[in-house]
């Protein structure tokens, strides 16, 4: 079967979305290089508990909730006469230093809030990306490809960089794993500097025709039916109890993985994003927004469920990679329908406002999870994994009501 057709224009914007997406793969304080050994930093040094890690570090998730006011900024307000390169410059910036400031501190009374300081700059470097993968995806009617670029090549560095937090883990001692990860996620925003050049955007200025335009898009987006019940149906898709930090506790005290391991996990899971993805791009894309919608849903209640079999090593790979598979699926079918609907001149704040609704129900989902796991489970997994399984199950009833969405196919 050929892979899903190119439009013309695309190749230079697929290079910068693959930059860009890598070095937030790489830097984001939540998935990327930093987290595992900020996580064994917090667990072996300090002595923490999947609730304190996991509700300290909620703050890091305020940043990309806040998004909206991000996209926002950069739909109304140009910098240096543009909407959205000058903001990426800033925003690369400033995320290369904040690492830089991780890597010199040592307590995380410093540590945690200069990774939000981390989080705020990669939270709007995606914005304003996220700005240009609408607008031009909309161009070019290529949105669907340009999501699976993003998060085919998100997961690609993922893969590196989970490779070698646990490998940093094993080699150095908890603090100085946690500085050299650090210095590695300050370096990456250095390439988005460099990749701006593949960017073509007209020069913008505030004047009034343009507040106008900004605000009778903004208007339209508040009024849009589809919007509101898209933004619900992305609340219910990636709300359900997390088990995350809980499964992080799993595989360190009870199947006693070393680190190197978990960190290999780490990496098979972004395997399973990058076969997903090249599976969408060689298969799925010919399948309409419902039925990708159904088949998504479908694999997260499976991915979810196997857990339940997760016993060794051998099993773990597994379910990883499949959990992997099915995640870059979701995102794929629900993202690509987000940025078809955004309307003109406001196309960073919309998406950034339904990025900020999974951005929410994330964390959400993953707190209430630690809480249920060791206030209510009595820290067994199992019970958690059937009621996170549930909830994605219920979510099949909504699909037919956001398949009438605006939809470019």
Known sequence: MS???????TTRLMLFFAIVYAVEGIGQAKSGVVWQPLT???????????????????????PWVIKPLYGLVSDFLPLAGYRRRSYLLLAAAAASAAFAWVGMLTAPAGIIPALVVTSVAMAMASTVCGGLLVENGQRLNAS????????????????ATSLLGGWLIEVLSDQNALRAAA?????????VIVSLR?????RATIDRAGFILGVSGLLA?????DLWLIGAFLFCYYFSPGFGTPLYFELTDTLKFSQGFIGLLSAVTALGWIAGGLLYRHVLWRLRRRSLLYLSLAFGVAST????????PISAVAIYFFGGMAAMVANVATLSLAAAICPPRAEGFTFAALMSVINLATPLSDTIGAVLYEHVFASRLAPLIVMSAAFTAVVLVLVPFVDGARNPR
């Open 3 to 9: 892979p899903q057709p190119r439009p013309d224009g």
């Open 40 to 62: 064994h930093f917090l667990k072996e040094t300090r002595g923490w508990s999947p609730v304190e890690i996991s509700a300290s570090l909620a703050v890091l998730d305020v």
């Open 144 to 159: 669907d490809a340009f999501v699976n670029q993003q998060w085919l090549w998100f997961n690609i560095a993922t893969v």
């Open 183 to 191: 210095w590695v996620a300050a370096a990456a925003p250095l390439a």
């Open 198 to 202: 593949l960017v073509r955007e007209d």
């Open 221 to 225: 987006a508040f009024r849009s039916r």
């Open 305 to 312: 469920l196997a857990y339940l079999g997760l016993v060794d």
